[in-house]
Protein backbone atom coordinates (compact mmCIF):
# COMPACT_ATOMS: atom_id res chain seq x y z
CA UNK A 1 0.00 0.00 0.00
CA UNK A 2 2.98 2.35 0.86
CA UNK A 3 4.54 2.28 -2.51
CA UNK A 4 0.58 2.67 -4.41
CA UNK A 5 0.29 5.91 -6.44
CA UNK A 6 -2.93 6.62 -4.32
CA UNK A 7 -0.38 6.94 -1.03
CA UNK A 8 2.99 8.75 -2.17
CA UNK A 9 0.54 11.18 -4.83
CA UNK A 10 -3.08 11.09 -3.95
CA UNK A 11 -3.08 11.25 -0.56
CA UNK A 12 -1.10 14.38 -0.33
CA UNK A 13 -3.37 16.05 -3.23
CA UNK A 14 -6.19 14.79 -1.24
CA UNK A 15 -5.56 16.24 2.23
CA UNK A 16 -4.34 19.68 -0.29
CA UNK A 17 -7.80 20.14 -0.98
CA UNK A 18 -8.91 19.06 2.08
CA UNK A 19 -6.82 21.72 3.99
CA UNK A 20 -7.66 24.23 1.15
CA UNK A 21 -11.76 23.41 1.90
CA UNK A 22 -10.68 24.32 5.59
CA UNK A 23 -9.37 27.70 4.84
CA UNK A 24 -12.38 28.79 2.75
CA UNK A 25 -14.36 28.43 5.79
CA UNK A 26 -11.97 30.74 8.08
CA UNK A 27 -11.59 34.28 7.76
CA UNK A 28 -8.68 36.88 9.89
CA UNK A 29 -11.72 37.46 11.80
CA UNK A 30 -12.43 33.99 13.34
CA UNK A 31 -8.15 34.69 14.84
CA UNK A 32 -8.92 37.54 16.26
CA UNK A 33 -12.20 36.43 18.74
CA UNK A 34 -9.79 35.27 20.36
CA UNK A 35 -9.75 38.52 22.34
CA UNK A 36 -13.33 37.49 23.37
CA UNK A 37 -12.52 34.75 25.29
CA UNK A 38 -9.26 34.65 25.97
CA UNK A 39 -10.13 31.94 29.10
CA UNK A 40 -11.73 29.56 26.58
CA UNK A 41 -8.99 30.04 24.14
CA UNK A 42 -6.26 29.60 26.34
CA UNK A 43 -7.54 26.15 28.28
CA UNK A 44 -8.60 24.34 24.59
CA UNK A 45 -5.27 25.12 23.60
CA UNK A 46 -3.48 23.99 26.63
CA UNK A 47 -5.53 20.59 26.43
CA UNK A 48 -4.66 19.97 22.58
CA UNK A 49 -0.85 20.87 22.58
CA UNK A 50 0.07 19.42 26.13
CA UNK A 51 -2.63 17.41 28.08
CA UNK A 52 -3.30 15.04 24.92
CA UNK A 53 -0.08 14.04 23.83
CA UNK A 54 0.89 13.31 27.79
CA UNK A 55 -2.64 11.55 28.01
CA UNK A 56 -1.37 9.71 25.23
CA UNK A 57 1.68 8.97 26.32
CA UNK A 58 0.82 7.61 29.61
CA UNK A 59 -1.78 5.46 27.46
CA UNK A 60 1.20 3.56 25.37
CA UNK A 61 3.13 3.48 28.51
CA UNK A 62 0.46 1.49 30.58
CA UNK A 63 -0.54 -1.08 27.56
CA UNK A 64 3.01 -1.32 26.40
CA UNK A 65 2.34 -0.77 22.88
CA UNK A 66 4.33 -1.72 19.90
CA UNK A 67 6.84 1.58 19.39
CA UNK A 68 6.00 1.82 15.91
CA UNK A 69 2.03 2.04 17.27
CA UNK A 70 2.88 4.19 19.92
CA UNK A 71 4.68 6.78 17.24
CA UNK A 72 1.16 6.58 15.31
CA UNK A 73 -1.02 7.28 18.83
CA UNK A 74 1.52 10.19 19.57
CA UNK A 75 1.36 11.94 16.23
CA UNK A 76 -2.62 11.29 16.20
CA UNK A 77 -2.42 12.82 19.80
CA UNK A 78 -0.43 15.71 17.88
CA UNK A 79 -3.23 16.17 15.30
CA UNK A 80 -5.49 19.12 15.21
CA UNK A 81 -9.08 19.32 15.21
CA UNK A 82 -10.81 20.30 11.85
CA UNK A 83 -14.39 21.36 10.58
CA UNK A 84 -15.65 17.60 11.67
CA UNK A 85 -15.72 18.83 15.17
CA UNK A 86 -17.40 22.09 13.80
CA UNK A 87 -20.01 19.55 12.53
CA UNK A 88 -20.60 17.65 15.87
CA UNK A 89 -20.57 21.05 18.00
CA UNK A 90 -23.39 22.20 15.95
CA UNK A 91 -25.53 19.08 15.94
CA UNK A 92 -25.08 19.13 19.96
CA UNK A 93 -25.41 22.70 20.28
CA UNK A 94 -21.81 24.04 20.97
CA UNK A 95 -20.78 27.39 20.55
CA UNK A 96 -19.26 26.66 16.63
CA UNK A 97 -17.95 30.04 16.42
CA UNK A 98 -15.45 29.42 19.07
CA UNK A 99 -14.82 25.96 17.58
CA UNK A 100 -13.43 27.82 14.16
CA UNK A 101 -11.29 30.02 16.16
CA UNK A 102 -9.56 27.07 17.59
CA UNK A 103 -9.67 25.43 14.56
CA UNK A 104 -8.05 28.27 12.75
CA UNK A 105 -5.21 28.50 15.72
CA UNK A 106 -4.62 25.25 15.55
CA UNK A 107 -3.90 24.41 11.90
CA UNK A 108 -1.53 27.34 12.24
CA UNK A 109 0.64 25.42 15.52
CA UNK A 110 -0.40 21.85 14.16
CA UNK A 111 2.71 22.78 11.62
CA UNK A 112 5.38 23.51 14.23
CA UNK A 113 3.35 20.62 17.07
CA UNK A 114 2.82 17.98 14.84
CA UNK A 115 6.73 17.00 13.82
CA UNK A 116 7.71 18.07 17.25
CA UNK A 117 5.69 15.68 19.03
CA UNK A 118 6.05 13.39 16.43
CA UNK A 119 10.12 13.60 16.70
CA UNK A 120 9.98 13.44 20.00
CA UNK A 121 7.68 10.08 20.12
CA UNK A 122 10.63 8.10 17.23
CA UNK A 123 13.23 8.84 19.48
CA UNK A 124 11.88 7.69 22.62
CA UNK A 125 10.16 4.63 21.21
CA UNK A 126 13.44 3.89 19.10
CA UNK A 127 11.82 4.13 16.02
CA UNK A 128 14.82 5.97 14.28
CA UNK A 129 15.24 2.88 12.31
CA UNK A 130 11.90 2.47 10.51
CA UNK A 131 11.31 6.36 10.68
CA UNK A 132 12.54 9.68 10.21
CA UNK A 133 11.33 12.82 9.86
CA UNK A 134 14.18 14.65 8.99
CA UNK A 135 14.06 18.36 8.22
CA UNK A 136 12.62 18.14 4.59
CA UNK A 137 9.87 16.18 5.67
CA UNK A 138 8.94 18.89 8.34
CA UNK A 139 8.78 21.37 5.89
CA UNK A 140 6.40 18.92 3.79
CA UNK A 141 4.57 18.60 6.46
CA UNK A 142 3.97 22.36 6.82
CA UNK A 143 3.25 22.59 3.31
CA UNK A 144 0.68 20.19 3.58
CA UNK A 145 -0.87 21.16 6.67
CA UNK A 146 -0.64 25.13 6.14
CA UNK A 147 -0.14 26.41 2.93
CA UNK A 148 -3.32 25.31 1.55
CA UNK A 149 -5.14 26.86 4.43
CA UNK A 150 -3.43 30.32 4.11
CA UNK A 151 -4.47 29.97 0.28
CA UNK A 152 -8.39 28.61 0.91
CA UNK A 153 -8.41 32.27 3.18
CA UNK A 154 -7.16 34.31 0.37
CA UNK A 155 -9.37 32.67 -1.86
CA UNK A 156 -12.43 33.10 0.68
CA UNK A 157 -11.22 36.73 0.98
CA UNK A 158 -11.62 37.61 -2.79
CA UNK A 159 -14.78 35.38 -3.76
CA UNK A 160 -17.01 34.34 -0.50
CA UNK A 161 -19.61 32.95 -3.02
CA UNK A 162 -16.86 30.47 -4.27
CA UNK A 163 -16.07 29.64 -0.63
CA UNK A 164 -19.96 28.96 0.24
CA UNK A 165 -20.64 26.89 -3.06
CA UNK A 166 -17.37 24.95 -2.51
CA UNK A 167 -18.33 23.98 1.80
CA UNK A 168 -20.38 20.80 1.03
CA UNK A 169 -18.58 19.07 -2.02
CA UNK A 170 -15.16 19.56 0.01
CA UNK A 171 -16.62 18.33 3.38
CA UNK A 172 -18.10 15.39 1.23
CA UNK A 173 -14.89 14.63 -0.39
CA UNK A 174 -13.22 14.77 3.15
CA UNK A 175 -15.16 12.11 4.52
CA UNK A 176 -15.04 9.92 1.22
CA UNK A 177 -11.40 10.03 1.77
CA UNK A 178 -11.61 9.71 5.17
CA UNK A 179 -13.41 6.13 4.62
CA UNK A 180 -11.16 5.17 1.87
CA UNK A 181 -7.25 6.21 3.62
CA UNK A 182 -8.67 4.25 7.09
CA UNK A 183 -10.17 0.93 5.46
CA UNK A 184 -7.33 1.33 3.25
CA UNK A 185 -4.53 1.37 6.03
CA UNK A 186 -6.74 -1.41 7.97
CA UNK A 187 -6.63 -3.77 4.74
CA UNK A 188 -3.04 -2.80 4.20
CA UNK A 189 -1.71 -4.37 7.87
CA UNK A 190 -4.56 -7.34 7.40
CA UNK A 191 -2.36 -10.01 8.35
CA UNK A 192 -1.05 -8.24 11.72
CA UNK A 193 -4.55 -6.64 12.23
CA UNK A 194 -6.02 -8.83 14.71
CA UNK A 195 -3.08 -7.63 17.38
CA UNK A 196 -3.12 -3.93 15.99
CA UNK A 197 -6.59 -4.06 17.25
CA UNK A 198 -5.96 -5.74 20.30
CA UNK A 199 -2.95 -3.09 20.89
CA UNK A 200 -4.59 -0.03 20.25
CA UNK A 201 -8.26 -0.27 19.75
CA UNK A 202 -8.77 0.43 23.23
CA UNK A 203 -5.70 2.64 23.62
CA UNK A 204 -7.63 4.85 21.41
CA UNK A 205 -11.14 4.33 22.46
CA UNK A 206 -10.03 4.97 26.18
CA UNK A 207 -8.40 8.24 24.14
CA UNK A 208 -11.19 9.29 22.91
CA UNK A 209 -13.60 9.29 25.57
CA UNK A 210 -10.86 11.48 27.86
CA UNK A 211 -10.07 14.00 25.65
CA UNK A 212 -14.09 14.39 25.21
CA UNK A 213 -14.18 14.38 28.62
CA UNK A 214 -11.31 16.84 29.62
CA UNK A 215 -12.58 19.10 27.17
CA UNK A 216 -16.20 18.92 28.45
CA UNK A 217 -15.80 18.76 32.05
CA UNK A 218 -12.39 21.34 32.35
CA UNK A 219 -14.61 23.84 30.48
CA UNK A 220 -17.18 23.26 32.85
CA UNK A 221 -14.70 23.49 36.14
CA UNK A 222 -13.31 26.82 34.83
CA UNK A 223 -17.44 28.44 34.50
CA UNK A 224 -16.98 28.56 31.37
CA UNK A 225 -20.69 28.42 29.39
CA UNK A 226 -22.73 25.32 27.95
CA UNK A 227 -22.10 26.19 24.35
CA UNK A 228 -18.31 26.69 24.70
CA UNK A 229 -18.18 23.37 26.80
CA UNK A 230 -19.64 21.32 23.86
CA UNK A 231 -17.27 23.10 21.22
CA UNK A 232 -14.45 22.46 23.49
CA UNK A 233 -15.27 18.88 23.51
CA UNK A 234 -15.35 18.02 20.20
CA UNK A 235 -12.51 20.26 19.26
CA UNK A 236 -9.97 18.10 21.40
CA UNK A 237 -12.03 14.82 21.13
CA UNK A 238 -12.62 14.84 17.36
CA UNK A 239 -8.89 14.90 15.23
CA UNK A 240 -8.36 15.73 11.86
CA UNK A 241 -7.36 12.02 11.26
CA UNK A 242 -7.10 12.50 7.24
CA UNK A 243 -3.61 14.48 8.51
CA UNK A 244 -2.06 12.05 10.44
CA UNK A 245 -3.10 9.73 8.33
CA UNK A 246 -1.32 11.40 5.25
CA UNK A 247 1.53 12.08 7.50
CA UNK A 248 2.34 8.69 8.24
CA UNK A 249 1.67 6.63 5.14
CA UNK A 250 3.29 9.66 2.94
CA UNK A 251 5.69 11.32 4.85
CA UNK A 252 6.83 8.29 7.85
CA UNK A 253 5.99 6.05 4.79
CA UNK A 254 4.52 3.12 7.47
CA UNK A 255 1.24 1.76 7.39
CA UNK A 256 1.22 0.36 11.10
CA UNK A 257 1.99 3.82 12.29
CA UNK A 258 -0.84 4.92 10.55
CA UNK A 259 -3.24 2.07 12.09
CA UNK A 260 -4.52 3.93 15.14
CA UNK A 261 -5.35 7.40 13.33
CA UNK A 262 -7.57 4.60 11.28
CA UNK A 263 -9.14 3.05 14.22
CA UNK A 264 -9.38 5.86 15.88
CA UNK A 265 -10.93 8.11 12.67
CA UNK A 266 -13.91 5.23 13.25
CA UNK A 267 -14.04 5.26 16.84
CA UNK A 268 -14.17 8.88 16.98
CA UNK A 269 -17.75 9.44 15.25
CA UNK A 270 -19.59 6.42 17.66
CA UNK A 271 -18.05 7.82 20.73
CA UNK A 272 -18.68 11.48 20.24
CA UNK A 273 -22.45 11.00 18.77
CA UNK A 274 -22.95 9.19 22.52
CA UNK A 275 -21.13 11.36 24.36
CA UNK A 276 -23.20 14.52 22.51
CA UNK A 277 -26.15 13.04 23.44
CA UNK A 278 -25.29 11.55 26.80
CA UNK A 279 -24.58 15.73 27.78
CA UNK A 280 -27.54 16.48 25.70
CA UNK A 281 -30.39 14.11 27.29
CA UNK A 282 -28.42 15.73 31.16
CA UNK A 283 -28.56 18.67 30.36
CA UNK A 284 -32.08 18.52 29.15
CA UNK A 285 -32.89 16.72 32.26
CA UNK A 286 -31.78 19.64 34.11
CA UNK A 287 -33.94 21.94 32.28
CA UNK A 288 -36.78 20.23 33.23
CA UNK A 289 -36.10 19.64 36.63
CA UNK A 290 -35.87 23.75 37.51
CA UNK A 291 -38.93 24.06 34.47
CA UNK A 292 -41.29 21.89 36.79
CA UNK A 293 -42.00 24.24 40.10
CA UNK A 294 -42.38 27.01 37.41
CA UNK A 295 -44.82 25.03 35.31
CA UNK A 296 -46.61 23.40 38.32
CA UNK A 297 -46.97 27.25 39.82
CA UNK A 298 -48.42 28.69 36.79
CA UNK A 299 -50.94 26.08 37.05
CA UNK A 300 -52.49 26.87 40.11
CA UNK A 301 -51.65 23.39 41.70
CA UNK A 302 -49.98 22.97 45.26
CA UNK A 303 -46.17 23.37 45.46
CA UNK A 304 -44.51 21.56 47.63
CA UNK A 305 -41.49 23.50 48.98
CA UNK A 306 -38.24 22.36 49.86
CA UNK A 307 -37.33 22.65 53.55
CA UNK A 308 -34.26 24.98 52.91
CA UNK A 309 -36.72 27.55 51.46
CA UNK A 310 -39.53 27.58 54.05
CA UNK A 311 -36.05 28.62 56.23
CA UNK A 312 -36.58 31.85 55.33
Not at 41 to 59: R, Y
Not at 157 to 166: E, G, L, N, Q, Y
Request: charged share 15%; aromatic share 6%.
Amino acid sequence: MNDSALITTGLPIALTIIMFGLGLSLTTADFKRVAGSPKAVAFALTVQIAVLPLLAFGLVKIFDVDPLLAVGVMLLAASPGGTTANLFSHLFRGDVAFNVTLTAINSVLAAVTIPLITNLAISHFDAEGDLGLQFGKVLQVIAIVLIPVGLGMLVRKRSADFAARADRPVRVFSIVILVAVSLGALLGERENLADYLRQVGLVTGIFCLASLSIGYGGARVLRLNEPQAVASAMEVGIHNTTVALTIALSVLDNTAVAVPSAVYSVLMYILATAFGYAITRNRSGISRRRAEPVRATEAGEVQTLDPSDSAG
